[in-house]
């Protein structure tokens, strides 16, 4: 048995004492009783109990009974003894296995032991986690694992682990299980062995590490590198096994075993033998390599011995099949092939993904094309790494990719079509001036096969391509001719796509090749397809069955109306859709699909009040539980609708096999039978808590309940209860993100928004260093990245504090796939950039600017605006702006941008750079749009989509309509919600009824005339479905216009109308309407009137009818006229102010009239 085998517990207790909870168990260390002494070696001898979890003097308690142990009989003192009948009435389940405490289970005799079932494990857990563990529980354990036979102890784990592998166990008693665990595993013959010891990681502990949130107050000291390497090696072999928080809590405790002690490199030495290999990373790493950091490389070794590490063979066998993180893979890359000696062709497939510029730059031209195709085959654009999922568009490569593929190019002076096919994924690095001058016409064409599969064109390149073959006579007189020019077909502009026929666009997108290219397309080329598509079918289900799922989304809701005809639930089920899209035939689909397990959860998400009311209470409780399995997501009304239906009989006792989002609509009362009020805030924690408003008082009162529920004390919030408090955190009030001493900062960096007072408190505590992420000083890459939501928060003294270096590395790594936007990015390079702008004459050594430099988008860091301005000097921007206004440049360097624009094209600004403005639209002026020659409804929704200010957009419109511009489909999508209100009445009349059939508008915010003048067209548009179940869907963006009529004729169609649409209907509208018609609109909403009669215009609607007849609708309405009586409403005068002389006189000559006629109806009354 090897004599420091001990510190194979203490390596799986170190990951843990990283990321424990304050609230861990403390019972951790003690020995193994046999023949009644404890043993322990030399080793563990040195072990320090420390923890800055425990009191000093629970620690020194622990530490004692770990050194000196205790007899068995000193154990068993306080422990009343039971007889072995009793034990085997629990064996043979005639007695519960709670009826004996643990205590009494570890003093029986170890022949007793023997009789356990084999699943007794689970009992005897099952009874102990409920209860609270005391300190001489850890000193049971021991003994009673002692006592059990090997074999059959690996036979119990083999069925604990079945049952608890994925199921968190109680902290005290996993720290508790495992200690005893662990001295039992000691005393197993060859347990030296790598089978046998693997056997038992894998079998014995690895239930335990389902939930790792354990501290251990033991530290590793003297514990040879020879058996460290064995450990690691058994761990490896069940690494795949391992969730991936439990893989990094294991790799925590390698970490903290190989830098222990700060000294420079643990278990390496080139003059000792037996520490003189290279392979040191597969030796104690392993896979678990995956998890390690830059920084941690760095800590393992300096940048000499890193390198021969990264060049030994078994090390370059291992990482040909690990996923590192995206930072550590290029340093691991960088490290490979800095310096002579390392051919290219030696580099794992998997690196070939993350060379630099530098590492390409002397290939030969056969070279450059082996590599060109080996990069083709291994590197997808979406890589998912362990820890990191880069979720960046389909279209989208690094700055890194980009100049890999244009070293590559650059090898190349002539691109006969047998290069560009070599070139592969590479040929994206072809700049606009190669695609122009030099690449023959019949070349490109002949190349357009390898070009078509290329992936990340940009907008230019792509655009360039195009007119490049369409000017050469390239013709598309069929789908095959369309599909053949695959990702190219981003290249075309709309108006040729619509003047291509119908048919050729049918037979493309049949055919699988093509629509994996619909990704990435743009906006306005997805809505083009879709209409040439939608031309050319008659029917909705031909429309579903054919439309690729990258376009399903785009189809106008009103083409999704099946009326009589049957939809094919296949065909919708294989399509992601909006959610007001599904809502169109959401009725359909439930009226034919027996099983919603079948329905997807796009579908799903189409749920209506007026659909589900059309099945039976037993369907629907099956339906809402669906929804919950297949986690649909659903809006506020929606959930108001759901929450009403399933509790229309009572609260059910089940709520959790409903929506979680629906317990936001609930309290914690209505969840006693299904849960505790813990368990209840735990699932607030983790729904959608934007569903309801941030100030509203439910919002508030869901907060104050959750304090109560979790009996945090004044305003200190701990990490476990955090975590309990998920989104609800972003609620706390200043003082609490203050006092609780950075526990709450992880969480925070989740938040949307934040008030002052959170935003000065996280400042606060930020500064003051005192939280687990040390002061911003001391802060990494890795560390920006945890708390990249609280970036936008810090000000400058916080920024300035932040090692460039790790600013800089946070920027090229992870800055694409946090929640920033530029903007907010933007703050962070001004950080990096000097104070003091040094006025620039002339573009400064070294800075100029080439094709290189405009496709790095750290680019910003490099340049101050003088220097910007300086360097911009004859340097064309056209063919690389799309891509360079997504760097985050500062205001003042955008204004530099926007000047050289100006400068360059001082009679206004050509169309297809309209296109590509995004963030420099808050630059423009009017005057500037004065001059652009806008001819397509695509350049209004390229322009709008950069949200200017409504001045802004004002002009973009009115400067689109004056130019002759149709008020079509496109622009009004363009226009859209946020920019419909500006319209004036004359460019609403020229709106066609048949192009508001197919936009997607909200009028919610307009005026009462633009919603009226609206309505009518809305009402033409669809009035061929006005007998459908659908219309209601349809029209009810448009009814805050509609007349009283209307809405009366609606109250018979059972529409279900939510209580907000019903707020917003046309005053004189809903003043007219009778109780029994508000009850027919309403329908299960009717219940929300009571909850707004004291808001307008609920209450002035109260006011107006019978009490009598508010009764008969039975939801709590108060303040109706009563029988005998009339409710005068107070007139509201104008005042003298406003209001013209002849008007003041007329009311006051009429009031002594007014106040007869009342005297006379109150006498009569």
């Known amino acids: 048995m090897l004599p420091s085998l001990p510190g194979l517990g203490v390596l799986l207790l170190l990951g843990w004492q990283v990321a424990a909870a304050p609230s861990a168990g403390t019972y951790l260390c003690s020995s193994s009783p046999v023949n009644g002494e404890f043993l322990w070696s030399s080793s563990v001898r040195n072990i320090p109990c420390s923890s800055v979890y425990i009191f000093l003097s629970q620690c020194f308690y622990f530490c004692l009974s770990f050194f000196f142990g205790e007899s068995e009989s000193a154990v068993c003192t306080s422990v009343k003894r039971i007889s072995q009948e009793m034990l085997l009435e629990v064996a043979h389940g005639q007695a519960s296995p709670c009826s004996l405490t643990f205590g009494q289970y570890a003093c029986a005799q170890s022949a007793w032991l023997q009789d356990l079932p084999d699943d007794f494990l689970v009992s005897l857990y099952t009874c102990l986690a409920s209860q609270p563990a005391s300190a001489v529980d850890s000193e049971h354990s021991v003994l009673f694992f002692s006592k059990y036979d090997a074999k059959k102890l690996i036979a119990a784990l083999a069925m604990f682990s079945q049952r608890f592998s994925h199921v968190p166990l109680s902290l005290e008693w996993n720290m508790i299980f495992i200690n005893g665990l662990w001295e039992k595993m000691l005393e197993v013959p060859d347990i030296d062995n790598p089978s046998v010891l693997s056997q038992w990681i894998h079998e014995g502990l690895q239930p335990f590490l389902v939930e790792p949130k354990v501290f251990a107050c033991l530290h590793a000291k003297n514990l040879s590198c020879e058996t460290f390497q064995m450990i690691v090696a058994a761990l490896n072999g069940i690494y795949s096994d391992l969730p991936v928080e439990e893989q990094r809590n294991l ?315 049957k939809p094919n639930i296949q065909d919708l089920n294989s399509k992601t859709w909006t ?23 796009s579908v799903l998400q189409g749920f209506t009040c007026a659909a589900a009311n059309e099945v039976g209470e037993e369907r629907f409780q099956e339906l809402a539980k669906v929804m919950k399995k297949k986690n649909v997501k659903l809006g506020e009304d929606q959930l108001n609708c759901l929450v009403k239906m399933v509790t229309l009989h009572g609260i059910p006792e089940d709520l959790d096999s409903y929506p979680k989002d629906l317990l936001l609509f609930l309290s914690p009362s209505d969840y006693a039978a299904t849960g505790s009020c813990r368990q209840y805030f735990a699932n607030i924690g983790e729904a959608n808590l934007d569903l309801l408003q941030r100030e509203s008082s439910q919002r508030k009162q869901l907060l104050l309940e959750a304090l109560a529920c979790l009996r945090i004390p004044g305003t200190q919030v701990t990490e476990e209860n955090t975590e309990v408090l998920g989104r609800l955190v972003c609620d706390l009030g200043g003082e609490y993100i203050t006092n609780s001493g950075g526990n709450l900062l992880k969480q925070l960096s989740k938040c949307d928004s934040f008030l002052p007072d959170q935003e000065e408190a996280i400042r606060s505590i930020i500064s003051s260093g005192n939280t687990t992420f040390g002061p911003p000083a001391a802060w990494s890459a890795f560390t920006l990245n945890e708390l990249s939501g609280l970036i936008p928060v810090l000000d400058h003294s916080i920024l300035q504090q932040i090692p460039k270096n790790a600013l800089t590395v946070w920027l090229k790594n992870f800055a694409h796939d946090s929640p920033l936007s530029r903007e907010e990015l933007a703050t962070v390079v001004e950080e990096l950039l000097p104070t003091r702008h040094k006025r620039a004459d002339g573009c400064p050594s070294g800075k100029q600017i080439t094709e290189t430099v405009l496709e790095d988008d750290l680019m910003p860091l490099s340049y101050t605006p003088e220097e910007l301005r300086a360097c911009l000097k004859n340097v064309s921007l056209e063919n690389h702006l799309s891509q360079m206004l997504t760097y985050a440049f500062s205001v003042q360097q955008l204004a530099v941008l926007k000047e050289h624009l100006d400068e360059t094209y001082p009679d206004g600004y050509p169309e297809s750079l309209l296109h590509r403005l995004g963030s420099l639209i808050s630059f423009v002026t009017p005057e500037d749009v004065s001059r652009w020659k806008i001819s397509s409804a695509d350049t209004l929704a390229a322009l709008l989509r950069n949200e200017p200010l409504d001045d802004q957009a004002s002009v973009i419109i009115r400067r689109y309509i004056d130019l002759g511009n149709p008020l079509n489909v496109t622009a009004l999508n363009a226009i859209g919600t946020r920019y419909m209100c500006l319209l004036n009445e004359t460019e609403l009349k020229m709106i066609d009824s048949n192009s508001l059939k197919l936009a997607s508008l909200n009028l919610s915010a307009c005026s009462e005339r633009t919603k009226e003048i609206l309505y009518a067209k809305a009402k033409s548009a669809f009035s061929n479905q006005r007998r459908s179940p659908a219309y209601y869907q349809l029209i009810e963006p448009y009814l805050g216009g509609a007349p009283a009529a209307d809405i009366k004729a609606l109250s ?38 009571s909850k707004w009669q004291a808001t307008s215009p609920i209450r002035e609607w109260v006011q107006r009818q019978k009490q009598s007849e508010l009764d008969k609708l039975h939801v709590g309405l108060t303040g109706g006229t009563q029988e005998g009586y009339i409710n005068l409403v107070t007139p509201k005068f104008q005042s003298p102010s406003s209001a013209s002389l002849g008007t003041v006189a007329t009311t006051f000559h009429l009031l002594p009239a007014l106040l007869t006629s009342f005297l006379i109806m109150w006498v009569f009354s």
Not at 359 to 380: E, F, G, M
Not at 526 to 538: C, G, R
């Open 1052 to 1089: 018979k169609d059972n529409v279900n109308m939510n209580i907000s649409t019903f707020m917003k209907l046309r005053r004189d509208s809903l003043m007219s309407l009778t109780p029994l018609e508000v009850e027919g609109l309403l329908g299960m909403h009717l219940g929300d009137l």
């Open 579 to 601: 959610r007001e899209q599904a809502a169109m035939f959401f009725s359909d689909v439930i009226k034919t699909e027996p099983d919603f397990s079948r329905l997807s959860q």
């Open 251 to 565: 790799y925590a405790g390698i970490k903290h075993y190989l830098i222990q002690d700060e000294s420079s490199q643990k278990c390496y030495s080139e003059a000792i033998p037996g520490l003189n290999s290279t392979a040191w990373f597969g030796n104690y790493l392993g896979s678990f390599l995956e998890h390690a950091t830059v920084g941690d490389l760095q800590l393992f070794g300096d940048e000499a011995t890193l390198q021969r590490f990264t060049r030994d063979p078994v090390n370059i066998q291992m990482i040909s099949n690990l996923t590192l993180l995206r930072e550590t893979a290029l340093y691991y890359t960088s490290l490979l092939t800095s310096g002579s000696g390392f051919p290219l062709s030696s580099l794992p497939d998997r690196l070939v993904c993350y060379l630099s510029p530098a590492a390409v730059s002397n290939l030969s031209k056969d070279d450059a094309l082996s590599l060109a195709q080996r990069i083709t085959k291994n590197c997808p654009l979406n890589l998912t790494h362990r820890g990191i999922t880069r979720e960046r568009a389909p279209s989208s490569l690094t700055t890194e990719e980009l100049q890999v593929a244009s070293s590559l190019v650059g090898k190349f002076e002539h691109f006969p079509p047998e290069v560009l096919r070599g070139l592969g994924q590479a040929a994206v690095g072809l700049s606009i001036s190669i695609l122009e001058n030099r690449i023959r016409d019949e070349d490109l064409e002949a190349s357009i096969p390898a070009l078509g599969k290329v992936r990340g064109w940009n907008t230019e390149q792509s655009s360039t391509i195009i007119n490049k073959l369409l000017l050469s006579g390239y013709q598309i007189p069929d789908g095959q001719s369309l599909a053949k020019l695959g990702s190219l077909v981003a290249g075309l502009n709309s108006s040729m796509l619509r003047s291509l026929p119908s048919e050729v666009i049918l037979e493309a997108i049949k055919l699988p090749e093509f629509v994996e290219q619909m990704l990435p397309l743009p906006p306005a080329l997805k809505m083009a397809f879709v209409e040439k598509l939608s031309s050319s079918v008659h029917y909705p289900a031909d429309l579903v069955k054919y439309v690729p799922d990258a376009l399903a989304s785009y189809i106008p809701k009103s083409l999704l109306v099946f009326g009589e005809e």
